[in-house]
């Protein structure tokens, strides 16, 4: 069974921010490997202008694009700090947070921040250890990296590989980080078709992975169709290096949305992009390509869908997933050219290259997903800047109004309201102007999460910003303590 209690939530007042540890970088293993653009990624709102004093910038008037990486904000928002990206051209990805840690995934390993005092973070180590995309989660004092590019061995000195060599590998790697200054690589899990993102189920015993992984194209011979279910490892809590695949449970045994000719423009399903569960109320939903489901995750190694939906008019791949506090609706991202295209912007309109609001009615095996109403950001972006729906997390307000925290890669970091699922809008913005004016780039916010009284976004090249929301709507959360995150599972909030 799943335990009720996974995540430590409690409501306090703000105390002052711990002081922060001193700098101490620490490297590991051999030097990085050249990154590559991950194909499944990489492929109300308007004040007029104003200075802001306190944190830079200002707000943007109504149509206006910023100028070259001008930073720009919603006068609620404010720009606390940024640590820049510590290597030139390397591809910051995904975040997760335990006590006063912040821990930052990157296409060359992941770093560790000490953010108890948010105002100034401190890099405690950074591990070089190669491979796309290098998601992380964390628990107790385990790390757990995903890699989704060809690997010649499961090594950190491993170097990239055709995917056709046998000896390639992907998959899990597993890390104790109870020495925060020197984390050991302690375990690795191959999976079929690699790990392209992974979601932690705790139960009391042991921790689960559903490791999610797809074939983009029929280019990429290592993940071939049929690949309609993910891996399930299982992580012994007292024994973390036996560690293995357990179950690979088949989620869509009549193939998936078939795609293209049959729903052009629309991916076909073979494999899930992300998860996330919800396990105070042994839920899951899925973003898989081509479908949304909603399933049952009561039996952790026996996953077992209650609902699927498809959007084959506006929803081109089905990429991340967000519950809300009563777990009566999840947003569902639209991946729209693989976070590698301009699409925000006239051309692609409010509807494609967005969120897709559903809310979950009937009770148990007759709970389904009923569409209510797309969400974009109503700021337009240039030509030359990668703009879609991306990671985020739910602020924890309460009081039954729903509110989250998105990236938009050069779209920037917006804070919703999504409390009426028909009629969604923006309370909140940053972002900064393009990186490029000439030709189009690649960067902005990854991943933006709120925890503890701030926003986190790793930027795909400027680094770690920290932001502070300072909004009626929000300042409730503020009272929520949390002593771990890993967005994708979902916390009860008290």
């Not at 200002?58 to 006068?75: M, N, Y």
């Not at 489901?293 to 952790?300: R, V």
Request: aromatic content about 8%; hydrophobic content about 30%; overall charge negative.
């Amino acid at each position: 069974m799943i335990s009720k209690h996974t995540v430590r939530v409690r409501r306090r007042s703000l105390g002052a921010a711990v002081a922060a540890a001193g700098l101490l970088t620490t490297l590991f293993a051999a030097g990085p490997a050249a990154a590559t653009p991950d194909p499944g990624d990489l492929s109300p709102g308007v004040s007029r202008p104003e200075a802001d004093p306190e944190a830079g910038g200002r707000a943007l008037a109504p149509g206006e694009i910023p100028g070259q990486d001008e930073i720009v904000h919603s006068a609620n928002v404010k720009h606390v700090t940024n640590i820049p990206s510590t290597y030139a051209g390397v591809i910051n990805t995904d975040l997760a947070f335990q006590g006063k840690y912040a821990y930052a995934g990157n296409y060359n390993g992941f770093t560790i921040y000490d953010i108890g005092n948010p105002k100034a973070p401190k890099t405690v180590s950074q591990v070089l250890c190669p491979g796309g995309q290098n998601d992380v989660s964390v628990q107790g004092d385990l790390l757990f990296l995903s890699t989704d590019s060809s690997r010649s061995d499961d090594s950190c000195n491993s170097v990239s590989q055709p995917a056709t060599e046998k000896s390639s590998w992907e998959g899990i790697k597993i890390f104790d980080i109870k020495d925060k200054k020197n984390p050991k690589y302690i375990k690795s899990v191959e999976t079929n078709c690699g790990s392209h993102t992974h979601t932690l189920v705790p139960g009391e015993r042991d921790l689960y992975l559903y490791v999610s992984s797809y074939s983009p194209s029929e280019a990429f011979p290592d993940c071939q169709p049929p690949h309609d279910g993910i891996s399930v490892i299982k992580v012994p809590k007292k024994n973390p290096t036996q560690a293995a695949v357990v179950a690979f449970p088949v989620l869509f045994p009549d193939g998936g949305n078939p795609g293209a000719p049959a729903n052009p423009g629309v991916s076909k399903t073979t494999g899930c992009h992300d998860i996330t569960v919800l396990p105070s109320k042994k839920l899951a939903a899925g973003a898989c390509m081509g479908d949304g489901i909603l399933f049952d995750i009561s039996k952790p190694e026996q996953p077992r869908v209650i609902d699927r939906v498809q959007d084959n008019v506006n929803f081109a791949f089905w990429h991340s997933a967000t519950f809300n506090e009563k777990a009566d609706k999840v947003v569902f991202t639209d991946e729209l050219g693989g976070g590698g295209g301009a699409t925000c912007n006239e051309a692609t309109g409010p509807n494609r290259g967005a969120d897709g609001i559903y809310d979950i009615t009937g009770r148990g095996d007759q709970r389904k997903l009923v569409f209510r109403s797309y969400f974009k950001i109503p700021r337009p972006q240039a030509d030359t800047e990668n703009c879609v729906a991306h990671n985020g997390s739910l602020i924890p307000v309460g009081g039954g109004r729903d509110i989250m925290v998105q990236s938009w890669y050069q779209g920037g970091v917006s804070v919703w309201d999504f409390t009426d699922s028909a009629r969604p809008k923006e309370i909140g913005y940053f972002e900064r102007g393009p990186l490029t004016t000439d030709q189009l780039g690649l960067g902005g916010s990854w991943s933006a999460y709120y925890y503890n009284g701030y926003v986190y976004s790793n930027d795909i090249a400027k680094g770690l910003d920290v932001l502070r929301i300072d909004d009626w709507r929000t300042e409730s959360a503020k009272w929520v303590r949390m002593d771990r995150l890993n967005v994708q599972s979902q916390p009860e909030y008290h």
